[in-house]
């Protein structure tokens, strides 16, 4: 079983930075890809980026792309989310996310976390 805790969400002006963090329990946390998704008020969830089990390789959503940064510390079983040059459309609950495999996907991941709110103002 794995448990997924986020934080560091908040209130932030356009343009400004955020640093979301996800602690993972588990034994297998650094055999595993990680995740952030997010979704907004009335929409469904999306993906924002992944990252593989070493660390290595990431993908990301066009819309994040060039501003968000995901990496991970797999002696602090932490996966982070580096968010700048945020803009209103980025207001949403994150979620981090855990699958079985090593490898990164944009789908199948089994745990996730409570989600952490992200809001920003124009």
């Known amino acids: 079983q794995v448990q997924l805790v986020e934080s560091g969400g908040g209130l932030v002006q356009a343009g400004g930075s955020l640093r979301l963090s996800c602690v993972a329990s588990g034994r297998t946390f650094g055999a595993s890809a990680k995740a952030w998704f997010r979704q907004a008020t009335g929409k469904e969830r999306e993906f924002v980026a992944a990252i593989n089990w070493s660390g290595s390789d990431t993908l990301y959503s066009d819309s994040v792309k060039g501003r968000f940064a995901i990496s991970r510390d797999n002696a602090k079983n932490t996966v982070y989310l580096q968010m700048n040059s945020l803009k209103p459309e980025d207001t949403a609950v994150y979620y981090c996310?855990?699958?079985?495999?090593?490898?990164?996907?944009?789908?199948?991941?089994?745990?996730w976390g409570q989600g952490t709110q992200v809001t920003v103002s124009s």
């Open positions: 996310a855990s699958r079985t495999s090593p490898y990164y996907s944009e789908y199948d991941y089994n745990y």
